[in-house]
């Protein structure tokens, strides 16, 4: 599966395109890693135990777009965008979408 950000892939033809396709997870804090990153306010820097919580998010959510454009026979997602609300206190929902498409080699 190709992942872009961009209209187009270089090097390749869109020849169908399939249509929106999205993945999403609800990600909430733990409280062994809130202990953590509580010391770590107090000393400063990066919350890292945050930062590995959100980027694990982010890879269910990208996970979730990508079988839903593999059962609908796609080969690639380009325009993919993030987002992230907070719905709840202490939760944040990612989402991920883009167009899902079937490409070829540019010939």
Same mark, same amino acid.
């Given at each position: 599966?190709?992942?872009?950000?961009?209209?187009?892939?270089?090097?390749?033809?869109?020849?169908?395109?399939?249509?929106?396709?999205?993945?999403?997870?609800?990600?909430?804090?733990?409280?062994?890693?809130?202990?953590?990153?509580?010391? +770590?306010? &107090?000393?400063?820097? @990066?919350? $890292?135990?945050?930062?590995?919580?959100? #980027?694990?998010?982010?890879?269910? *959510? %990208?996970? +979730?777009? &990508?079988?839903?454009? @593999?059962? $609908?026979?796609?080969?690639?997602?380009? #325009?993919?965008?993030?987002?992230? *609300? %907070?719905?709840?206190?202490?939760?944040?929902?990612?989402?991920?979408?883009?167009?899902?498409?079937?490409?070829?080699?540019?010939?």
């Amino acid at each position: 599966m190709i992942l872009v950000n961009t209209e187009e892939i270089p090097g390749k033809d869109i020849v169908k395109t399939i249509g929106y396709v999205k993945g999403s997870t609800v990600q909430t804090r733990h409280i062994g890693k809130d202990i953590l990153a509580g010391l +770590r306010n &107090v000393v400063g820097g @990066e919350v $890292k135990e945050y930062t590995e919580l959100m #980027n694990d998010a982010r890879k269910r *959510a %990208m996970k +979730r777009m &990508v079988d839903e454009a @593999e059962q $609908k026979g796609a080969n690639a997602i380009v #325009n993919i965008r993030f987002t992230t *609300a %907070m719905i709840a206190q202490g939760a944040a929902e990612i989402l991920v979408y883009g167009t899902a498409v079937i490409v070829r080699d540019d010939d």
